[in-house]
């Protein structure tokens, strides 16, 4: 099934220009201007309290925290598997 588009309908699009000097990013969505415009912010707002680095976004403190979780969890697990390793093979 084919479906056709008025030119008028492509027209009515609005597009969302950034006003930061310098930059013509346009979006359709309020949205992602909004994303978009924090690229733009001057201080990062937010700090990870395990690494102390600092970002924009709350979403980024997250994943750093979560790296730093799965770096331990990962360096836990192989110092344990060394340790087993050394308890089995001594025991001989």
Do not use: W
């Amino acid at each position: 099934m084919l479906y056709s588009v008025s030119v008028a309908c492509v027209m009515k699009l609005q597009l969302y220009h950034c006003p930061h000097e310098g930059c013509d990013y346009k979006c359709p969505s309020k949205n992602g201007m909004n994303s978009h415009f924090l690229k733009h912010a001057e201080p990062d707002a937010f700090a990870c309290e395990v690494c102390g680095k600092t970002f924009k976004r709350q979403a980024y403190v997250i994943h750093s925290v979560l790296d730093v979780i799965f770096i331990t969890f990962t360096l836990m697990m192989l110092q344990s598997r060394k340790m087993f390793d050394i308890v089995l093979f001594s025991a001989h």
